[in-house]
């Protein structure tokens, strides 16, 4: 049964850093892409960013491109998602979550981790 686990979120100042990591298990991730999406309270679950598993390409929303950087340590299943520069627009609780290649939707998500960025 896969398993995404979610940790590294907290609270953080304006202009500061977090980074995230998803743990991965229960299946080989070979062809799968990896993302992670957060939700803020009130708003719609958003694209952050994805990694595919076995090419590493990347793709990033456009409010994310320059502060965000997703990687994937192969050795450990794991995903991480270095966040820079963080704005208070930023708060929201952050997802992982993982697809097959070839399909369109996520089918596998983690709990999530709150962020907090204070102003």
């Known amino acids: 049964q896969v398993q995404l686990v979610e940790s590294g979120g907290g609270l953080v100042q304006a202009g500061g850093s977090l980074r995230l990591s998803c743990a991965a298990s229960?299946?080989?991730?070979?062809?799968?892409?990896m993302g992670w999406f957060r939700q803020a309270p009130g708003k719609e679950r958003q694209f952050v960013a994805s990694?595919?598993?076995?090419?590493?390409?990347?793709a990033y929303a456009e409010y994310a491109k320059g502060r965000f950087t997703i990687s994937r340590e192969n050795a450990e299943n794991m995903v991480s998602l270095e966040m820079n520069s963080l704005k208070p627009e930023d708060t929201a609780v952050y997802y992982c979550?993982?697809?097959?290649?070839?399909?369109?939707?996520?089918?596998?998500w983690g709990q999530g981790t709150q962020v907090t960025v204070s102003s």
């Open positions: 229960g299946r080989t991730f070979n062809n799968y892409v």
């Open positions: 990694v595919d598993w076995s090419s590493q390409a990347t």
């Open positions: 979550a993982a697809r097959n290649r070839l399909a369109v939707t996520y089918n596998y």
